[in-house]
């Protein structure tokens, strides 16, 4: 009984931080208000760090912070992005093959391009060269490399960054490769959203894992990464690529069932088709989808009617999970399923998403 009051109490705050936001959300879309919220933001995870530079996590986050950078010109952001690379010696983390490894690539081979600087990303070339020149096969069964959502996130756009500042298009086709491995593995293409891993396509039962209500488990920060990843690979494809269509075609796809099951509160819940089970909104996700979606309206790929209220209702959330010191809240912890989330609860990752979503916020035509 004690715990459900204290469930009653978080959503009756939370709902109180909400409506007050949306009650006075114009100044939230003025660039003021957007460049200050993001370095608000970016200063407080940076004071607050948590993790291996190189994390993964820290991955997600610096490439908000890069996001930050290229919206507000701060240049406290720059040095703090070119410390972290100089920290890490442009470094990856251990794992050869691991995705989680190479996410902070992605920054830097935005500060080689930058600084004009290729040593910044040579570390990360001689490692894909590496991992290209292996066989992954396991007692001659092939192994594949990106089995779980997320990594459509961490990997691909530093694949498509690396053949753009090389112009060795071999690590697209690699990309390409690995990227529709995993999607023929974790695709859903009656529900159009991503299961996290095998674990919930396959169960004992033969259904999969399913939530209270019945319906499969989709988790939203799952998704959120593959949304995020997306925008960032075709951002970088060449326009000619031969591929590029069947990665516009499927953020398409993805963008209309995400608009679909957005909350009345501007967020998306940690169990995509389950909300009541995890009624207090999410910010990871959400940051991802409102990055996602204000990129495809801002880029013609997602009609402006139909998708701008969705993505105001977006940023009306997430400013409202930003405490006055820039730390943002209701983001729930590592994890690869849907959990519950709390005013305090924050990562790195979640400030990451939370910045790529201002960054495209600010150029929409509102």
């Known amino acids: 009984m004690k715990n459900l009051k204290f469930t009653f109490l978080g959503l009756f705050l939370f709902s109180i931080i909400t409506i007050g936001n949306a009650q006075n959300n114009d100044g939230l879309f003025t660039d003021k208000s957007i460049k200050k919220v993001m370095k608000s933001v970016a200063s407080w995870q940076l004071a607050n760090p948590k993790h291996k530079s190189y994390d993964w996590t820290n991955g997600a986050f610096y490439a908000g912070v890069m996001a930050a950078y290229q919206t ?47 040593s910044f990303y040579a570390p990360f070339k001689d490692s894909i060269d590496k991992m290209m020149a292996g066989k992954p096969e396991v007692k001659g069964i092939k192994v594949i490399d990106w089995w779980w959502c997320d990594a459509l996130f961490m990997a691909p756009p530093a694949y498509v960054k690396l053949s753009n500042a090389t112009g060795d298009n071999k690590y697209i086709e690699y990309m390409d490769q690995l990227f529709k491995e ?10 159009h959203l991503f299961a996290r891993d095998l674990k919930y396509v396959i169960a004992e039962d033969g259904i999969g894992k399913r939530e209270k209500n019945g319906e499969r488990i989709f988790w939203s920060r799952g998704n959120g990464w593959v949304m995020g990843g997306l925008v960032k690979v075709i951002k970088e494809l060449p326009k000619d690529h031969p591929t590029r ?7 398409k796809e993805m963008a209309k069932k995400i608009a679909s099951i957005q909350q009345e509160d501007g967020f998306w819940k940690a169990s995509l088709l389950d909300p009541k089970s995890f009624p207090i909104g999410e910010s990871s996700g959400t940051g991802f989808y409102c990055y996602a979606l204000s990129w495809g309206i801002n880029n013609g790929m997602l009609d402006k009617a139909e998708y701008l209220p969705v993505v105001k209702k977006a940023w009306v959330a997430l400013n409202g999970a930003v405490h006055p010191n820039g730390m943002l809240g209701y983001t729930q912890q590592i994890g690869a399923d849907p959990r519950p989330t709390s005013k305090d609860s924050w990562e790195v990752y979640g400030a990451g998403a939370f910045l790529l979503a201002g960054s495209e916020v600010i150029k929409l035509e509102k």
Do not use: V
């Open 245 to 251: 269509d069947f990665y516009i075609d499927l953020y």
């Open 182 to 191: 995993c999607y023929a593995l974790l695709y859903n293409k009656e529900e």
């Open 72 to 118: 507000t010109g701060s240049k406290k952001l720059l040095k703090s992005m070119i410390k972290m690379g100089e920290e890490n010696e442009w470094k990856l983390g251990p794992r050869l093959r691991h995705a989680d490894d190479h996410a902070i690539a992605q920054t830097y081979i935005d500060l080689a391009n930058i600084k004009n600087d290729p």
